[in-house]
């Protein structure tokens, strides 16, 4: 939106200083007429004592010597204060200067520019540290929404091209009477695409908070998430402990269904052959509620599990196998407790296997 151009704040600020230095010289001009000149008499005294001789002036010729004076007084207070309030606004506003440049270099794409203000802290100061915070914040999402994006290409890129594989295949050799193994085939990879698609949606969602809260017990819904899930536990050999007390908390129950759903199915893909062991505890706390995950399996580095929250990164070799997932579950439970304003935690348990913990906030009372 154009504006119409006006006085910039370095010239207000000037013609402020020069003001009111023009009224405190006028108010201090007017305290020595008002307390001072008043007691000199307005007519001439005759004075008897013989040793007193000269001459003494009058209100009136001390009034025509005092106002020319006085004028050239205020017009040196102008002068002064105009030139000495430009040079202190200018002083004082550089700290502002460097924050409007940064902010157009920001404005033009570049994030890596930081103020990085001197001196003791102030408004400019806090002003300054809470600009630079915003932009490494911002260039922090900026780069990892561009992994992100290369990623799903990748991601998105692999079943289409085995599809156009088999496609090609069957069209030059249509004389092989293994069509049924080959639409098998597609259907798997396709059955990929879709998953992969509805969990980018389903992120997309979490990341843009757009659901009501509702007061929600996180243990009710682990416990759901694992009735679900515990079919496939047996079929895979892994046994499912749940404990915990009630856990009240507020959000969306479908995202925070999806989050413990993600969180266990992992556990349990993630696991140990046949012998594995996935635990789901909730606790309470007076400000906060808690739900942990917890499996054996592998050992795993710290260095890798403080990556296992991004996008299209598993604990294990990328293996396609018909659990194999698509790389985004913890992705998901990072943004929905992201959008709780919660905080998850990922551990490697000592004797093998992953601690997954998700604190979120307790409800506000009524």
């Known amino acids: 939106m154009d504006r ?3 006085l910039s704040v370095r010239l207000k600020l000037t013609l402020s200083y020069a003001a009111f230095l023009m009224l405190a010289g006028a108010l201090l001009l007017a305290v020595v007429w008002v307390f001072l000149l008043r007691y000199v008499p307005d007519r001439a005294m005759l004075v008897t004592d013989q040793s007193i001789t000269g001459v003494f002036p009058v209100r009136s010729n001390l009034l025509h010597v005092f106002a020319p004076r006085a004028a050239a007084a205020l017009a040196f207070l102008l002068v002064f204060g105009l030139v000495g309030g430009w040079l202190l606004a200018g002083r004082m506003l550089a700290p502002l200067t460097r924050i409007t440049d940064a902010t157009r270099i920001a404005a033009t794409g570049s ?9 003791r802290k102030d408004e400019f100061r806090e002003l300054a540290d809470a600009f630079d915070t915003m932009l490494a914040r911002l260039e922090a999402q900026v780069a990892e929404q561009q992994r992100f994006a290369a990623n799903a290409s990748h991601e998105l890129r692999t079943p289409l091209a085995i599809t156009q594989t088999l496609l090609d295949v069957a069209r030059n050799d249509r004389r092989r009477g293994d069509d049924d193994e080959l639409v098998d085939r597609l259907h798997a990879v396709n059955t990929r695409a879709i998953d992969l698609t509805e969990a980018l949606l389903l992120l997309s969602r979490a990341d ?3 659901f009501v809260p509702e007061h929600v017990d996180l243990s009710l819904i682990a416990e759901e998430a ?10 895979r050999g892994t046994t499912i402990e749940t404990s915990g007390d009630a856990t009240p908390t507020s959000g969306s129950p479908a995202l925070l269904l999806q989050m413990a759903t993600n969180l266990v199915h992992n556990a349990v893909v993630h696991n140990l052959p046949d012998q594995g062991t996935v635990w789901v505890t ?5 400000a906060s509620v808690v739900l942990t995950v917890e499996n054996t399996g592998e050992k795993l580095t710290p260095q890798l599990v403080a990556t296992l929250g991004e996008p299209f990164r598993r604990g294990s070799e990328r293996i ?3 659990h194999a997932g698509v790389g985004l ?10 959008a709780h304003e919660g905080t998850l935690t990922l551990t490697p348990r000592p004797g093998g296997g992953l601690c997954v913990t998700v604190q979120l906030p307790a409800p ?3």
């Open 208 to 210: 843009q908070r757009s």
């Open 111 to 119: 994030l890596s520019h930081r103020i990085r203000l001197e001196g």
């Open 226 to 235: 694992t009735e679900t899930l515990l079919p496939f536990a047996e079929r």
């Open 329 to 338: 579950g913890l992705a998901i439970v990072k943004s929905i407790t992201q």
């Open 4 to 6: 119409a151009p006006g």
């Open 320 to 322: 396609r196998t018909d």
């Open 364 to 366: 506000r009372p009524q």
């Open 282 to 286: 909730t606790r309470a706390h007076p």
